[in-house]
């Protein structure tokens, strides 16, 4: 399959390296920058044969791709995946995949139309030690989740789309939504959300205005609660996003997607599980995707899984801002 990239920006590199590595299957035949120079020395690195191009609707049109890889900042987008349905072109979208709820909701109903696979950048569904935790949860060995807290801690400036809310969404909506997205993952369906996000320790830093200090509390259908909170003014250097998952049955610390201790409680003994794996999440994401292009099936994280978590956070910015529970 010929697959292209839009976007050859930081993240961009850890699909490219997914791709390579998945080179029986794929091939990085072009790629889209708004910079020439920038595509043309992504390509020396990862694919010298790929064709370069400056606009994305060229790409589309002209390369024969059977798959593209979207990797602009989220205030960047236009009708990238618009384009892409069109030319029945199959989707892996990072997330978030818009800034408001109507246009990650016009992009569901766009390549669900059109028949399209598509993939949202959730690859810690991929990991193996969520992987475990699922099969225990669909054969009844889990029992009812009932809590799950999680911290997304970094301490970084970023890019100056990243520093600037109205851009990048804050660091809730553009980083954390890893952690809202396991959270669903695991709960089901939230019911209400109450959030506190601030900007306490950026004040200084012209144009932050994202937010630096969080903590938001879900509530689900069934009952259950979730707790995440969030800060970009932690240790530097490093980058932390691990949770712990309190069932009936199980209680479940995840230092990553890929590194779990799992511990029975429902037994005296309290057997113990260790998960610790190197899996590559974006390439066995990226063979998903491609699994369900070639067998028709579904794949794990579809652009609707984009926009639902996406409607939680902007519901959770706007308890933020009242003050008040949002009930969904």
Known sequence: MRIGIIGCGTVANRHAAAITGLSEELELAALCDHTAAKAQAFAEKYAPEAAIYTDHRAMLEKAGLD???????????????????????????????????????????????????????????????????????????????????????????HADWWRDRSKSGGQVIEQAIHLFDMMRYFMGEPAAVYSRQENLLHQDVPGYTSDDTSATVVTFRDGGIGVITATNNAVPGKWIGDYRVVAHKVTADFVSANIATLTQTDEAHTPVIAIDSERDVRREQLRDLINAVKTGGTTRTPLREGATVLDLLLKARQAAEERREITL
């Open 67 to 157: 798959l593209v890889v979207i990797c602009v900042p989220p205030y960047a987008h236009t009708d990238e995946v618009e384009c892409a349905a069109q030319g029945g072109i199959h989707i892996l979208m990072e997330k978030p995949i818009a800034l408001t709820s109507e246009q990650a909701w016009r992009m569901v109903e766009c390549v669900e139309q059109a028949g399209i696979k598509t993939q949202v950048g959730f690859q810690f569904r991929f990991g193996e030690a969520v992987e475990k935790f699922k099969a225990l949860q669909a054969e009844g060995k889990t029992g009812r989740v009932a809590l799950f807290t999680g911290r997304y801690f970094s301490n970084a400036l």
